[in-house]
């Protein structure tokens, strides 16, 4: 399965922006039994789970981004979204969508999130 990020781009702090997330090459059963999850990678630092969604739409979030994203699933076209309000200047960096808690599935490039101050 290989993954393809976007929607990043560079917005003001108190800013938006809603990232997409597609994935190719499974069939949709593959993708619908999985949990998927956006990940971001700030420069010089680990890459770090920001939020999760069951295949059946249980969320969860890091307690940094909690309040202030939502993500979500659209199974039929094997894609994930993440809804970003409140953009801080902490929340820049690359920002990429695995399957979880195991990412397996080929990481992609990453769409890039610049927030400035």
């Known amino acids: 399965v290989q993954l393809q990020a976007s929607g990043g781009g560079l917005v003001q702090a108190g800013g938006c922006l809603r990232l997409s997330c597609k994935a190719s090459g499974a069939i949709t059963s593959v993708f619908n039994s999985k949990a998927v999850a956006w990940f971001r990678q700030a420069p010089g630092k680990q890459r770090e789970l920001v939020a999760s969604?069951?295949?059946?739409?249980?969320?969860n979030y890091a307690d940094s981004v909690n309040g202030r994203f939502t993500i979500s699933r659209d199974n039929a076209h094997k894609k994930a979204y993440l809804q970003m309000n409140g953009l801080k200047p902490e929340d820049t960096g690359t920002y990429y969508c695995n399957n979880y808690p195991d990412p397996s599935w080929l990481w992609g490039q990453g769409t890039l999130v610049t927030v400035s101050s």
């Open positions: 969604v069951t295949r059946v739409g249980t969320t």
